[in-house]
């Protein structure tokens, strides 16, 4: 089941009843997995904890862009430019909510695509803002990659992107919902998702 989800209130923290923070995503959730569940008691419990496991999420936001004024606040290696590919975010402080497994599944899904796709880490000097990726991936327990299209002067009155960035998420968002399935059968993604394998047995000499 393919789902777009949409928030108010993102600029002053996401706790509202219609925010990121309130019970929209995860009851939205429960009411879908639910009608594939049996009638059998706690069947759409187990449902949902199953449907939750094998969700992906896309917080997609802006990312900032290299400013030609400010070209110190960025690292070189996550310096991401206007017309240049979709931005995936990453964090240590969980800022963001991309982790390896997150990122990976968005840069394969880019190269089958064959679209581009541009990293951004925050400098260690500089402060970080947040997204609603790590607030519902928390809540939720959704598998999470924080991304964007580049933007020069975020928040300000000339908020400036790029259109090529616009056609460029708009591919990734479609071969995501078409194709992202297949990739997820294909990997083994983090330690929730593995299959245990029996132990072998000792074999005697």
């Known amino acids: 089941v393919c789902m777009i989800a949409l928030f108010?209130?993102?600029?002053?923290?996401?706790d509202s009843s219609t925010g990121a923070g309130g019970p929209v995503m995860s009851e939205s959730m429960q009411r879908v997995s639910s009608c594939f569940a049996s009638d059998e008691p706690h069947a759409a419990a187990e449902q949902l904890l199953i449907s939750t496991r094998r969700s992906f999420l896309m917080s997609a936001d802006t990312a900032h862009?290299?400013?030609?004024?400010?070209?110190?606040?960025?690292?070189?290696?996550?310096?991401?430019k206007l017309n240049r590919g979709t931005?995936?975010?990453?964090?240590?402080?969980?800022?963001?909510a991309t982790n390896g497994d997150s990122g990976f599944a968005v840069?394969?899904?880019a190269r089958?695509?064959?679209?581009?796709?541009?990293?951004?880490?925050?400098?260690?000097?500089?402060?970080?803002?947040?997204?609603?990726?790590?607030?519902?991936?928390?809540?939720?327990?959704?598998?999470t990659v924080d991304l964007g299209v580049a933007c020069w002067s975020m928040h300000?009155?000339?908020?400036t992107i790029g259109i090529a960035d616009v056609d460029n998420s708009f591919i990734l968002f479609r071969v995501f919902f078409s194709?992202?399935?297949?990739?997820?059968?294909?990997?083994?993604?983090?330690?929730?998702?593995?299959?245990?394998?029996p132990c072998k047995k000792p074999q005697a000499k």
């Open 8 to 14: 108010d209130h993102e600029e002053v923290g996401s």
């Open 65 to 80: 862009a290299v400013h030609p004024n400010y070209a110190e606040k960025h690292e070189s290696a996550h310096a991401p």
């Open 87 to 96: 931005v995936i975010k990453t964090n240590d402080n969980q800022r963001y």
């Open 107 to 109: 840069r394969e899904l």
């Open 112 to 143: 089958c695509a064959g679209i581009c796709i541009q990293e951004f880490m925050v400098k260690n000097d500089c402060p970080c803002g947040s997204t609603i990726g790590p607030i519902i991936s928390s809540r939720t327990g959704l598998r």
């Open 156 to 159: 300000s009155i000339r908020e």
């Open 179 to 197: 194709s992202f399935a297949n990739l997820d059968k294909q990997c083994s993604f983090g330690s929730l998702h593995k299959v245990c394998l």
